[in-house]
C-alpha cells in the first residue's frame, strides 16, 4: 500500500460527505423557493403563461427562464410581487386581461347540456347536478 494512501482515502470520503450534505441542502432550498413563487400565482392552471400550470410557471421563474409577466390572470400585481421575490426588475405594465365575456350559472336551470364548459377557458365548471361528462 503507498504510504498516505489511508489518509487520502480519509480525506476524501469526508470531502464527500460534505459535498453530498451540501447537494441536499441546496435542492430543499430550492423546493421552498419554488412553493414561495408558487404560492404568489392564482392557481387557475390555465396555461395563459405557456407552461401547463403554476408549478411549472414557477419552476421556469427559479430558473431565469420565464419572465415575471407570463401571467394574465395574475396581472400585474403577481408580477410585481414575483419580481420582488425574485430581486428582479419590476416587469412592464401588462397589458389588461381581455374577457370575452362573464358567464353566470343558474344551477337549478341548468339541462346539463355542457355548453358552458366549452368555452370556459380555464376548465373551472365541474360537479354540477346535472352536468354530464364531456
Known sequence: MVPGAGLLIALATVIGALLARAAAGLQAD?????????????????????????????????????????????????ARALASLLGSRSPP????????????????????????TEVCPVDAIIGAAQFSTR
Open 93 to 116: 405594465h401588462m397589458p389588461p386581461l381581455s374577457v370575452a365575456g362573464l358567464a353566470v350559472i343558474d344551477e337549478p336551470a341548468c339541462i346539463g347540456c355542457a355548453r358552458c
Open 30 to 78: 430550492d423546493a421552498s423557493e419554488i412553493e414561495r413563487i408558487n404560492a404568489l400565482l392564482p392557481q387557475t392552471q390555465c396555461g395563459q403563461c405557456g407552461y401547463s400550470g403554476c408549478r411549472p410557471y414557477a419552476e421556469a421563474l427559479l430558473q431565469g427562464t420565464a419572465g415575471t409577466d407570463q401571467c394574465p390572470p395574475g396581472g400585474e400585481p403577481t
